[in-house]
């Protein structure tokens, strides 16, 4: 617990005031446990109430979504924007679309991103939003209607100076796209207000793969600064099989590692050979299927029904790229036990605290989610950049700043390690890191907010 007075009051407080909302608590005191050395160091943060106000939202939006369904009925979901820091810069994080979605996940997704864009090094605060709305099995109609929907009351509050949301789980450049023409048919104005767009009307090459392929970056760069390695002839598990799993799997190959399984929310697939990945693609890209179908194509492989199986298949690199909380300390007991070397977190807060203790304290390097899958917001931020100049870079030239700031996260992460008497403890690294910039900021602006 809380050695540190000051610390254990903001955690009682916000236990207090957000009474159920577990998500949200976990992250909020997993960032707070990260803070004591430099709380310490630094009464100003006590004097000036930074942590009190770091934890609440400076604001937090919800609405009702109403869309009508094919068979003409009504239907009524559960809008949200979280605006939770913009003390450097607009807020900036995706919209979920999945029935889970509710104001802790957001709040927990938000407070999250407010750190884990500051370790870019890009001018974005944090925000975070979505719907309990569920994409599966409805009509490209419906995802159209609901979007509009969605877009016709978010439009109020969003802008490109002031809150630019992208995607996330259930949110690619399909719904983007509707969202991104409702709100652009609303305010008769083209501006760079949603990242994750189509490359026909501003979006930046390299976006779809870019959290993917900067979790490999920053895993790659883990594993030669802290165990002089990297992923050639690696054997990898990744989870889920959406837009982060499927780069990952990409970069993670290129780099020379083999990766054999693969999941969604129904199963996991094992292919002793290695995940062929244009069959996955077409699987979960083209057609929206089920991964289960990945054995129809590949007979020599393997389908298991349930999720938490694929953490029991021996591997030296995982890479969770599905959900919050999708590795317990079973999971993580099994895979320490199977000699897993390096885990990174594409998924937000996909590791329960109780995992993470068990692979600090069996010395698995770890990449906490807010630095490793970085990678995805911070090409949102050269989007950004790129709308506002409006120019177009290379595939090359975004891949490259990708790489560069990835590298930069880890270096970050690890000094701020050091300088806390934690080294290589990475998620004490990354929360210093991150909140030391915001709360400079915070500092520098006053106390009206
Ligand atoms: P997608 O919607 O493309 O894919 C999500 C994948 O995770 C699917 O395979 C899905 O399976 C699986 N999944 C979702 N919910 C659950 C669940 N409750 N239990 C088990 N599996 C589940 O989303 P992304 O790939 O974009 O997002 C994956 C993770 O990465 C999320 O935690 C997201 O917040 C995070 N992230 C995403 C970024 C981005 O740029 N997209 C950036 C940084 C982090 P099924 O199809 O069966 O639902
Ligand atoms: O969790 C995340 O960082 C994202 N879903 C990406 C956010 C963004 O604004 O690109």
């Not at 109020?156 to 789980?169: E, L, S």
């Not at 982060?244 to 292919?271: C, N, P, W």
């Not at 969770?320 to 885990?343: F, H, R, Y």
Request: a negative charge; aromatic letters at 8%.
């Amino acid at each position: 617990m809380f050695k540190n007075e000051y610390l254990a009051k903001v955690y009682a407080e916000v236990s207090k005031r957000n009474p159920g909302e577990n998500e949200f608590l976990q992250a909020v005191r997993e960032v707070l446990e990260s803070l004591e050395s430099v709380v310490e160091k630094r009464p100003e943060i006590e004097k000036n109430g930074i942590l009190e106000r770091i934890v609440e939202p400076e604001r937090f939006i919800q609405f009702r979504v109403a869309w009508v369904d094919d068979n003409g009925n009504v239907q009524v979901n559960r809008g949200f924007r979280c605006q939770f820091n913009s003390a450097i810069g607009p807020y900036k994080g995706g919209l979920r679309l999945h029935p889970s979605v509710c104001a802790s996940v957001v709040k927990f997704l938000g407070f999250e991103q407010i750190f884990k864009n500051s370790l870019t090094g890009l001018p974005m605060g944090g925000g975070k939003g979505g719907s309990d709305f569920d994409p599966k099995g409805k009509s490209d109609g419906e995802i159209m209607r609901f979007c509009q929907s969605f877009m016709t009351e978010l439009e109020k509050h969003i802008g490109q100076f002031t809150d630019v949301p992208a995607g996330d789980i259930g949110v690619g450049g399909r719904e983007i796209g509707y969202m991104y023409g409702q709100y652009k048919r609303l305010r008769n104005e083209v501006t760079g207000v949603l990242t994750g767009k189509g490359l026909s009307y501003g979006g930046s090459l390299a976006r779809t793969e870019a959290t993917g392929y900067g979790l490999c970056y920053f895993t790659q760069e883990m594993l030669s600064c802290m165990k002089q390695d990297s992923f050639k002839g690696k054997t990898v598990v990744i989870s889920g099989s959406g837009n982060v799993a499927i780069f990952a799997t990409e970069k993670a190959t290129q780099l020379g590692a083999k990766v054999v399984a693969l999941s969604d929310s129904t199963g996991y697939i094992y292919d002793a050979n290695g995940i062929n990945l244009d069959i996955v693609k077409d699987i979960k890209l083209a057609k929206r299927a089920r991964i289960s179908e990945y054995v129809k194509a590949v007979p020599t492989a393997e389908y298991h029904d349930g999720c938490s199986g694929i953490w029991t298949i021996k591997c030296d690199i995982a890479l969770p790229c599905a959900t919050q909380n999708e590795i317990d300390e079973a999971s993580a007991k099994a895979l320490v036990a199977n000699g897993v070397m390096a885990v990174a977190e594409g998924a937000n807060m996909p590791s329960t605290p109780e995992a993470v203790e068990v692979f600090l304290n069996a010395g698995v390097l770890f990449g906490p989610a807010k630095a490793a899958n970085a990678g995805g917001v911070a090409t949102s931020g050269l989007e950004m950049s790129q709308n506002s100049l409006r120019l177009s870079w290379s595939f090359e030239e975004v891949d490259e700043r990708l790489q560069n700031i990835m590298i930069g996260i880890f270096h970050n992460a690890f000094n701020a390690s050091k300088e806390c008497n934690k080294e290589g403890n990475l998620v004490v690294g990354a929360n210093v890191a991150g909140f030391t910039k915001v709360c400079d900021a915070m500092l520098a602006q006053g106390i009206a907010y």
